[in-house]
């Protein structure tokens, strides 16, 4: 039934995750027609600033909150649960205290029309503390198996964030757009809050013990979160460097459009699929749950990534404005890279929930070094499209680490046949991409058979796991 079930939470979380990407696009729409590609470029860094910030002080209690609660047995989940509460609380307010002192610094980094954006950066940043300790509360809702409440809060967070925050883009610009990532972050802390009070009973005393397995996995996890963070951030910095804010903007749009389609596919992952391998009874059991993942994000993404090649031009603009033509060269590169990340995302879920913390701390730093390196060497050379191939590369480096770490702890590589349906999928993306050069007519008949043989082969795997 594990097929069934990836299915199943692959519908629930990827109804929630389309609206949540149309009030994400809605709001992007607004900026590009309002503040234009620079408001766009603007809104990457505001959100990587943001990151690095949530990643340092949630101190990865959003992903070992699950590991902990998770694998422990019922009688001590009680506690656990009390002990991720409180420590969210108490990093929220270190969140705080960092967007306050890091606001000037990086405001004099990011000028607007000549002038350092810290007011811009100081609002965005009161988001840190709302997303740090919704990482505790989701994480609760999460180990717990409560997929439909967290869905429930992430749909209405979105809508009204979005009902909220517009106007203020429309009526005060960039000051407006802080204030709206701010609200994206506030609306769904407090549904999330109500939610896990509803759900929970009166929890036990957190002692200090109880503290030591969250701060001691969490510190090689805040490590990974601010890797990642941090290489997104400074690779926008060298856009900017390379070609300002517009050039950034580009760059946000391919990387924003490239992952949206195929991204409840991810969110699945996180939802369900890493409390299952965290609390699988061994290994082998653990490598069969992320075969099945890989497997079946290959076959729901494939079709939408082949959509993306095939009427990409389209698609950003619908999304963005006609001025964003010179994201365009950068979104089919960006295609390869998400095409990868279906792939590397379940075994690095896999090392997440499985690994020990200095292989987690090794793999992620690698990769992120290579994310961060190679737009230095390909920026020159290629210009803004270099990027984007880094983009690719780098995801192609880091997956074929995370294959070489699956191989030695499980001692088994994926099955031949997600071998051969990876192979499959690039083969198919390959005729997609040379299909729309010919003519775009052959780009959408190839997407369309490429999405009917992900349903036949879909629904062929859903027969073998119901016997």
């Known amino acids: 039934m594990a097929f069934e079930r990836i299915l199943k939470v692959s519908a629930l979380m990827g109804a929630s995750q389309i609206i949540q990407l149309l009030a994400a696009f809605a709001r992007a729409k607004l900026t590009a027609l309002v503040l234009g590609p620079s408001g766009v470029g603007l809104v990457g860094l505001l959100t990587s600033f943001n990151g690095n ?11 070992s909150g699950v590991r902990v609660i998770a694998s422990a047995e019922a009688e001590a989940k009680p506690a ?11 990093l929220s307010l270190a969140g705080f205290a960092l967007a306050l002192i890091f606001a000037s610094p990086a405001g004099g980094w990011i000028l607007l029309e000549g002038h350092p954006a810290t007011t811009e950066i100081l609002i965005a940043g009161m988001a840190v503390p709302c997303v740090v300790i919704s990482g505790g509360w989701a994480a609760i809702l999460q180990a717990k198996g409560h997929l439909r409440p967290l869905a429930r809060v992430q749909v209405v967070g979105a809508v009204i964030g979005l009902i909220i925050g517009a106007p203020l883009i429309w009526w005060f610009g960039t000051k407006g757009l802080a204030v709206s990532l701010a609200l994206a972050a506030a609306v769904p802390a407090l549904m999330l809050w109500a939610a896990t009070r509803r759900l929970e009973p009166p929890e036990p005393d957190v002692r200090a013990s109880s503290l030591r397995p969250l701060l001691v996995m969490g510190g090689a996890l805040m490590l990974v979160g601010l890797f990642a963070h941090a290489s997104a951030y400074l690779v926008r910095m060298q856009l900017v460097e390379f070609g300002g804010l517009k050039a950034a903007g580009y760059y946000h749009a391919a990387f924003a459009v490239a992952g949206s389609l195929p991204g409840f596919v991810f969110v699945a992952m996180g939802a369900d699929f890493f409390p299952r391998v965290a609390g699988a009874a061994s290994e082998s059991e653990a490598a069969v749950h992320a075969d099945h993942q890989v497997a079946a994000g290959l076959i729901l993404g494939t079709p939408l990534l082949s959509l993306l090649l095939s009427a990409g031009g389209p698609i950003m603009a619908t999304l963005y404005a006609a001025g964003f033509d010179p994201a365009l060269p950068l979104l089919d590169w960006m295609v390869w890279g998400v095409f990868l990340r279906l792939i590397s995302w379940p075994l690095g879920y896999w090392l997440l929930a499985r690994g020990s913390s200095r292989a987690v701390i090794f793999v992620e730093g ?8 190679l737009p230095l060497a390909l920026l020159p050379r290629m210009g803004l499209v270099g990027a984007a191939v880094a983009y690719a590369i780098g995801y192609l480096v880091y997956t074929g680490i995370l294959l070489l770490m699956a191989r030695r702890r499980s001692g088994s590589w994926l099955s031949s046949r997600t071998i051969i349906g990876a192979l499959a999928s690039a083969v198919a993306l390959i005729a997609a991409q040379w299909a729309v050069v010919s003519h775009p007519v052959l780009g959408w008949a190839t997407t369309a058979l490429t999405a009917l043989a992900c349903w036949a082969v879909g629904r062929r795997a859903l027969a073998r796991s119901r016997i």
């Open 80 to 90: 656990r649960i009390a002990s991720v509460r409180r420590l969210s609380a108490l």
């Open 53 to 63: 910030l949530s990643a340092l002080a949630g101190w990865g209690l959003g992903t």
């Open 366 to 373: 690698l990769g992120s070094a290579v994310m961060t390196v």
